[in-house]
């Protein structure tokens, strides 16, 4: 008999569960903004002053409740297009619609409040700061949620284990594994992205990358894709298989690496395999025999995935963020040439 009414883990979820995902996602931002100095409550013998330095969080409910004009609140929710053309606040209790004309206003002239550094797109949470009136929550400025120190989140939820895996506590409670860590203070991970192989001026730059880390072999190399400089075809497949052959006898060469390092190879978004569906699978096992016939320590894995090695946690996941984050933007950064600092 099963000892719990759970059910069990599926890769294709049902829309109760896309709906508890958000609600979870806006109970923990509740919880962390609460914690936030700006927001938590004074305590009751405080100085007068410090209470008006505090923000108070609404919700949509109590805007949608009210018949009178309400000024200067700050509501958490998620940026929505429920209609053509028109964007809405959600959260738990509700639907309010949004006038986006003073925020928008601000940031182009330059005045306080406004869209705050940012990419804001849709399903993204945001701290809306306006008035409600007439139906309609008008905006002064955007703001996403401030953010906290994991050793803060840690300290309230102790050692739960978030990063996932089969262990039902965090691995950065384990003795033995920051032992393990503080032993090997020396290892190290190599990342590179983009690693077309059928390129011969990248296979050189490899080949200068071993020889320089032949003497002293890290613990891993991160292998990102794409791992092509010509888009998908039918000819593709065979020349990925040759090119990994030719990447396997370079690490070859190099008896030290090849015998020390790991090497773990995540697939690009152009990658052989179902289009855009993530999680996107490793690449097939008929492109990478060969490789991991001649370099045994090498793993094909999913994009993302995650990485733990003794107390660190590592998420690897390669996409152009930025490109599609861009494309759906509810309003896009004044300056094209400001993206990196948004």
């Not at 030719?246 to 190099?254: F, N, S």
Request: aromatic share 12%; proline share 7%.
């Amino acid at each position: 008999l099963s000892m719990t009414d759970l059910p069990g883990p599926s890769l294709f979820g049902t829309a109760r569960d896309k709906a508890e995902l958000y609600r979870e996602r806006y109970s923990i931002l509740q919880q962390r903004i609460h914690r936030h100095e700006l927001f938590t409550p004074s305590p009751a013998v405080a100085h007068p002053d410090d209470s008006k330095s505090k923000f108070q969080l609404k919700t949509v409910e109590t805007l949608l409740g009210s018949t009178a004009k309400v000024g200067e609140v700050i509501v958490l929710g998620m940026i929505t297009q429920l209609k053509e053309g028109k964007f809405f606040l959600e959260d738990p209790t509700g639907v309010v619609q949004l006038d986006l004309s003073k925020a928008i206003s601000f940031s182009c002239d330059g005045r306080a409040g406004g869209f705050h550094s940012g990419l804001y797109t849709e399903s993204c949470f945001v701290l809306a700061e306006g008035w409600y009136e007439d139906e309609v929550f008008h905006v002064n400025a955007f703001g996403f949620p401030p953010t906290e120190p994991s050793a803060t989140t840690r300290a309230f939820y102790g050692n739960i284990n978030f990063f996932g895996g089969p262990s039902s506590s965090s691995v950065k409670a384990s003795a033995k594994l920051k032992q393990l860590e503080e032993e090997n203070e020396d290892a190290m991970f190599v990342f590179v992205s983009d690693v077309w192989l059928d390129q011969a001026e990248v296979l050189e730059k490899l080949r200068t990358m071993f020889s320089g880390y032949s003497s002293a072999p890290p613990t891993c190399f991160f292998f990102c894709g794409n791992f092509s400089s010509a888009p998908y075809g039918k000819n593709q497949i065979q020349s990925l298989k040759g090119s990994l052959k030719a990447l396997a006898d370079l690490i070859c060469e190099y008896p030290s690496i090849h015998k020390s390092s790991r090497f773990v190879f995540v697939p690009g978004p152009e990658d052989p395999g179902p289009g855009s569906i993530l999680p996107r699978p490793p690449l097939a096992e008929n492109i990478t025999q060969e490789f991991r016939q001649l370099v045994p320590f090498s793993v094909f894995t999913t994009n993302p995935c995650r990485i733990q090695y003794c107390t660190q946690e590592i998420i690897i996941f390669r996409e152009d963020l930025v490109n599609k984050m861009c494309r759906n933007c509810v309003r896009f950064p004044s300056s094209s040439m400001d993206i990196p600092n948004h």
